[in-house]
């Protein structure tokens, strides 16, 4: 399948008077993760902002699956099928689990598109399914982080957008996301915004790097290996 799933392209974006995107373009296919790059600042969050709608671009499209989205509300945007991890997890601490995972869940979603249950979910992670009756704020980071990308699955994506997973956990838990998002990639195209570039050389297909809300390398992570030492200077340090 060769078809573009997301295609971002040359989109500007402003807070107030200030252009923090340049004419950004994404492009991710089915089945593919791609990882968005750059040092703190680069503009990682301002892209997935304008991606669902959170900061709507002043020019350039965003479409999905050839239907443009750039117009539209973070709502519309969550109904056609991105789903978005958010920076710090955001649970609904004072819920349980299992709460965080219906209050999630899709009632109508269009025919042909995969529909996550709690059960899919919990196979994914049965760790939220031992800890099911458990209040979100008493897990750890890493289950948090578990949780937070369940809830997103349960809003049946087409795409999944995840901004620094990774941020404060441990080596160790690191590590389980990375095989998770191995697993997951490839039931869904997942965007990811990382820091960590073990974890993105990890599992991603393909490479957009930011530097000052441009972009400064777009293509395969192979290719992005290849010249890692000519664009080290556009990489914060990991
Ligand atoms: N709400 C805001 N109002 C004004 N400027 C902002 C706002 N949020 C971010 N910026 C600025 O936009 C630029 C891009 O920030 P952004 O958060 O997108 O970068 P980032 O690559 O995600 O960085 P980090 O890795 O630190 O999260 C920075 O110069 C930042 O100061």
Redesign the pocket.
Known sequence: MDTELLAVRRINAY??D?H?LHDVSISLKPGRLLTLL????????????AIVGFLPPRSGSVMLDGAALEKCSPEQISRAGIGLVP?GRRVFGSLTVRENLDVAARRQTPAGRRVWSREDVNQIFPRLHERRDQLAASLSGGEQQMLAIGRALMTNPRVLLL??PSEGLAPQIVRELGNVLERLKSEIAIVL?E?NLGLAMKVADDVVL?NT?RVVFSGSSDDFQAQQAQLQSHL?VS
């Open positions: 807070y107030a200030s923090v750059g040092r703190n600042g680069a503009g990682k969050s301002t892209c997935i902002n920076q901004d620094e915004v820091q930011l809300g914060g």
